[in-house]
């Protein structure tokens, strides 16, 4: 007879010392757990109401500027601070972490319309309705940091005056040149007071400029003349144009694809576009009630946040038609300027009232240093609400926003409107003769044409 | 080459069997069928997966390889010895001293008949006698928690969620005491309750009462979560299918009944044996139900098909699988394990234990996670050893024996927060997220349609007439009344194909015309007139 019975010592399961760890024994075996897809189900119902009780995103407000925001621009050398222009022709930088002033630039008569940083972030030029660029030595972080200088009053490096208003200035990514928006496009550099090149393709006026990250020479303007003009450099002309129904007020280039831009539109939508392919926008993204008033990509190219008149912030995916997140407060008002920060944990948005304000980029994400396990808990919550994301529950949970009142009655309205809208088309093509109105994608019916 | 290393080979061999059969294990279920998909976005997303459940499956197989401690118990006879005939005591000369600790018999002579619980970790025991004697034990001290009387019959415990409360059917109610045997809750809507069971995934206490009704109770929040009245009469066997929280109730007609909370009449309703059932257990995998009947029969069921799988005979006044699945029964003074074979797929007869004679066993419970059987019987409470009965590797997250005060603690919450809903009690738990078959059904083709039509004839040709009187046998009659059955047959076929045809037939004329839609209410007419 061979014969063995399980026999476990309490010392060989049990710690030695007081301060050692306990010891973990491990068995993975499935009926060990009866019922765990419920479990793992209600463990995902938790995870998912865990994720609305923590949404936070409000961190908090930068007030200063004595006028609405009108501009900002991030300081690519320095992760907390950001500069922001205002109506009154105020230039701050500010220090996101302790969310005051570190310094000021005063000197623009009228509203400065337009902010931005060279790519080695020595260099902030500014432009307004003075007819002026200005441009600005940034103090190095260390100044930051001292904080002492903050009414210093700073000279410019140099100020040129043109003979029209600005819009938008953006810098180019590779060298020292920079666009500036205005009756038409010029291109500067930083050390001649007049533009080393002109641009124009229409009499209306150019109201917003962006170059493109990846390929320094390409940049894409909006017109007045409800245009998106792309240009290129090293050409002498403007490269193309495609003209929609409605305004574009901002571009934003998607950092990670960089033939792929966003144009925030006044119709309360943005449009992806395929440089390639300009005659049909890639994706629509709609949820806006009012107009898109800007837009800023998230350093990772896999979301986007807008701001808009109807005083609400959204973050959408790159690739999705609806937003995923909205942030709103009751003294935010109309928004006219967001940007995501450079580490895409952050977003903020300049708005009417005068205030910066500062939001999580993810509402419920714990900020500060993770314990491993901490991480592995955030982990397993993520991996368990996306594999039940589609159950109703879940879903209704997930998706679930509060809306201020006048954003959700808007957005009912213009449901209604849009169905409306559908309708009647939809009759149209019935009665009339077949095949003479054939049906549209809403993506098409937006754009007008495309002008070589 | 030598017949040690024949051996190691063929060991390497059974090794690499055996990790496959471990990996098969841990997939749970058979992958999805990536060539039947036609999205490939999906086809993508759903191939990752796959390879990720494989990739995991095939570390935890070699997990249990390597890491896992302890290998499980055996008892394997040699020469002409059978396992069966094997004696406790010669069991106890065999091992080592720590488990020969492990048999014993505790007398309790005046309060019995004995019922018994554990905890899930098998760390503890609550002891109940028929005339009102409770003891909480700790099993691997031999400890004595507590030890008191409440001079009243008590029929059933059962320990709640952890060894701080357990709930007592008595007399007239059931009770929820603490560890310290004061009484927390009098739950006097189950009125004279039979039989107790906890829903440990639930954190229902399941009750079913002298009339045959059945409660559910949410012990959290005290709310009675259901009440179903089984309508069979009396019954004191009820057991929890662990795999799914489906509750079972073997009736004195032979049937056994499946309930759930949320649905008044019984998810399951099978008749399993002629005479009343006397005991019933489930394999902890749940596919395997065993009942016991007063007709000396123990029936294997195989809960998917609800088919009998084996029959074995004998009585059994109680039944229990243990977790690695040897089933024990006992009868009177009689104890019987029974045992798969490794290489067959029927359980045969492992090992067996006779009591003294008077002593009526009316209890058998395997101890989680060890290698013993304890016995409740009318003179007390007895604890022998079957090799090979428990799981030899314990989670310390799922229910660990040497749990601290503070790891019970943590386990507390933790399981409150994965507390499931009553509606999560279904017969197949693991289509909880799964996606509902199309119901459609494919369109028959002509030549099945054909094939119908002739075997609804032949059908109809072979009816056998009837001896009618008054002219009506008449051979021409006969012949009419057939051609009339066939024609009947046939007629709903060719309706059938006429409908289809009319249907294609505006179709085309629809086509012909093409007309907006607006004005294709008139086409019609137009056509007619």
Not at chain 1, 112 to 117: A, C, E, I, P
Not at chain 1, 142 to 155: A, I, R, Y
Not at chain 1, 158 to 177: G, M, P
Request: with cysteine; aromatic share 8%; charged share 30%.
């Amino acid at each position: 007879m061979k014969v063995k019975v399980i026999s476990r010592s309490a010392d060989e399961f049990t710690r030695e010392r007081s301060q050692d760890l306990q010891r973990v024994f491990r068995n993975f075996d499935p009926t060990l757990r009866p019922q765990e897809k419920a479990v793992e189900y209600v463990r995902a119902v938790t995870a998912a109401k865990l994720e609305k009780v923590f949404a936070r995103p409000f961190v908090g407000a930068l007030d200063g500027h004595i006028d609405s925001v009108s501009c900002m621009a991030k300081n690519p050398n320095h992760l907390k601070g950001i500069f922001s222009g205002s109506m009154d022709g105020d230039i701050r930088l500010w220090d996101l972490a302790t969310r005051r002033t570190v310094r000021q630039f005063p000197g623009h008569q009228g509203a400065v319309r337009g902010l931005t940083s060279s790519t080695d972030g020595q260099v902030l030029v500014s432009c307004g309705t003075d007819c002026t660029v200005r441009l600005w030595k940034v103090p190095v972080a260390s100044v930051m940091e001292l904080d002492d200088s903050s009414d210093d009053p700073t000279e410019p490096l140099a100020a040129y005056v043109w003979n029209n208003a600005f819009w938008a200035v953006d810098h180019k990514w590779d060298d020292n040149r920079f666009a500036t928006a205005g009756a038409q496009v010029d291109i500067w550099d930083h050390n001649r007071s007049q533009p080393v090149n002109s641009y124009e393709w229409g009499k209306d006026t150019v109201i917003s400029v962006r170059f493109n990250p990846g390929e320094p020479d390409i940049l894409a303007t909006s017109g007045s003349d409800r245009s998106i003009t792309i240009y290129d450099l090293r050409l002498s002309s403007p490269a193309r144009k495609v003209i929609m129904r409605t305004k574009t007020n901002s571009i934003a280039w998607n950092p990670m694809e960089p033939m792929n831009f966003t144009a925030a539109n006044e119709d309360c939508n943005c449009y992806s576009y395929d440089l390639r392919k300009l005659d049909e926008p890639k994706c629509v993204h709609q949820d806006h009630v009012s107009a898109v008033m800007d837009i800023d990509y998230s350093p990772t190219g896999r979301e986007f946040v807008t701001g808009s008149y109807d005083r609400t912030v959204r973050i959408f995916q790159y690739n999705g038609g609806h937003s995923r997140e909205i942030y709103h407060t009751k003294r935010m008002q109309r928004v006219f300027c967001v940007k995501f920060t450079c580490d895409a944990s952050y977003v903020v948005s300049g708005s009417d009232d005068t205030n910066l304000r500062l939001w999580k980029a993810n509402a419920s994400e714990q900020m500060g240093v993770l314990l491993p396990r901490e991480k592995k808990k955030h982990e397993y919550q993520s991996s368990v609400k996306s594999r039940y994301k589609h159950l109703p529950e879940i879903k209704r949970i997930v998706r679930h926003r509060h809306l201020p009142k006048a954003v959700f009655k808007a957005d009912a309205t213009r449901r209604i409107q849009m169905e409306a809208e559908r309708r009647k088309e939809d009759r149209r093509r019935a009665h009339s003769a077949p095949g003479s109105r054939p049906k549209q994608a809403f993506r098409k019916k937006r754009v007008l044409q495309e002008v070589e | 080459m030598g017949p040690k290393e024949e051996n190691d080979l063929a060991a390497i061999q059974r090794g690499e069997d055996d990790e496959d059969l471990i990996v098969k294990k841990y997939q749970r279920g058979d992958g999805i069928n990536l060539e039947a998909l036609r999205d490939k976005k999906l086809k993508g997303q759903l191939r990752v997966r796959e390879d990720l459940n494989k990739k995991s499956a095939k570390a935890a197989a070699l997990i249990e390889k390597w890491l896992m401690p302890g290998g499980g118990g055996y008892l394997i006879a040699e020469g002409l010895e059978k396992t069966k005939r094997v004696l406790q005591e010669d069991l106890g000369e065999a091992v080592d001293i720590l488990s020969r600790q492990k048999q014993y018999d505790i007398v309790l002579p005046e309060f019995g008949p004995y019922s018994l619980d554990f905890t899930s970790s098998g760390h503890y025991m609550a002891l109940a006698g028929r005339k009102g004697h409770f003891v909480i034990l700790d099993m691997k001290s031999m400890h004595i928690i507590r030890d008191f009387q409440v001079r009243e019959t008590v029929r059933d415990v059962v320990f709640l969620h952890n060894e701080l409360f357990f709930a007592a059917a008595q007399k007239k109610y059931p009770y929820i005491y603490n560890q310290d045997g004061i009484e927390l809750h009098c739950l006097k809507e189950h009125g004279p309750v039979e039989k107790l069971q906890f829903l440990q995934n639930h954190f229902l206490l399941a009750t079913i009462n002298k009339s045959g009704q059945l409660r559910y109770q949410d012990v959290t929040t005290g709310e009675i979560v259901g009440n179903l009245r089984t309508g069979q009469g009396r019954s004191n066997v009820m057991e929890v299918n662990p795999f799914n929280g489906v509750v079972a109730v073997g009736h004195s007609r032979g049937s056994v009944s499946m309930w759930k909370p949320t649905t008044a009449a019984p998810l399951v309703k099978m008749l399993c044996h002629q005479g009343p059932v006397s005991a019933m257990a489930f394999h902890s995998n749940g596919h395997l139900m065993a009942t016991a009947g007063m007709e000396r029969k123990i029936k294997l069921w195989d809960l998917r098909k609800f088919q009998v799988l084996q029959t074995l005979h004998g009585h059994a006044q109680t039944l229990e699988f243990s977790q690695k699945g040897l089933l024990a029964g006992a009868t009177g003074s009689c104890v019987e394990v029974w045992k798969v074979e490794s290489g067959t797929s029927s359980y045969e007869s492992y090992m067996s234990h006779t009591m003294a004679k008077g002593f009526q066993v009316g209890r058998v419970a395997f101890q989680p996670y060890e290698d013993v059987l304890c016995l409740g019987h009318s003179k007390g409470y007895t604890s022998i050893l079957i090799p090979g009965s428990g799981e030899p590797n314990f989670d310390t997250w799922v229910a660990n024996p040497f749990e601290t005060s503070k790891q019970r603690r943590e386990k507390e919450i933790h399981a409150l927060l994965d507390k499931l809903p009553p509606e999560a009690i279904m017969l197949d738990p693991t289509k909880i997220g799964a996606v509902r078959p199309a119901r459609k059904k494919e369109k028959p083709t002509k030549k099945e349609m054909e094939e119908e039509m002739e075997a609804a004839i032949a059908a109809a040709k072979d009816i056998k007439m009837k001896k009618k009187t008054k002219g009506r046998n008449k051979p021409s009659k006969r012949a009419k009344k057939k051609q009339e059955a066939v024609e009947k047959a046939k007629r709903a076929f060719l309706q059938h194909g006429v409908a289809e045809e009319s249907s294609k037939k505006r179709k085309r004329i629809s086509e012909e015309t093409e007309v907006p839609i607006s004005l294709q209410r008139f086409v019609k007419k137009k056509i007619s007139g």
